[in-house]
């Protein structure tokens, strides 16, 4: 498979964001937290803001721990990528998106 062109990595996001504002491919995400609460969650939104529908949702089944996600073909999102932690505290997430 040919190598994916024009990449881009998010750097360490700590707080709910929008990652881009138009349509979008989420290729890869990890996610490490600590100390959150059981049942916690994290979500990829397709819009650009937390009032947009959840695309994706990562449940935290531990106090600390890591979600690693990878899309070969890229998760595509039609109105933006918006990153949004919820109730979630320390949290520490990186992306690849295009």
């Known amino acids: 498979m040919p190598r994916i062109q024009g990449l881009a990595e998010t750097g360490v996001l700590t707080g709910s964001q929008?990652?881009?504002p138009s349509e979008g491919?989420?290729?890869?995400i990890t996610i490490a937290w600590?100390?959150?609460?059981?049942?916690?969650?994290?979500?990829?939104?397709?819009?650009?803001?937390a009032a947009d529908p959840a695309e994706v949702t990562f449940v935290f089944a531990t106090a600390n721990g890591t979600i690693t996600r990878e899309w070969t073909q890229g998760k595509k999102f039609d109105n933006g990528i918006y990153y949004d932690e919820?109730?979630?505290?320390?949290?520490?997430?990186?992306?690849?998106?295009?």
Request: avoid cysteine; charged fraction near 25%; aromatic fraction near 14%.
């Open 18 to 20: 929008v990652v881009k």
């Open 25 to 28: 491919y989420v290729f890869s």
């Open 34 to 49: 600590t100390g959150a609460a059981v049942g916690d969650k994290v979500y990829l939104r397709d819009g650009d803001d």
């Open 86 to 98: 919820g109730a979630a505290q320390n949290v520490f997430t990186e992306m690849t998106f295009k």
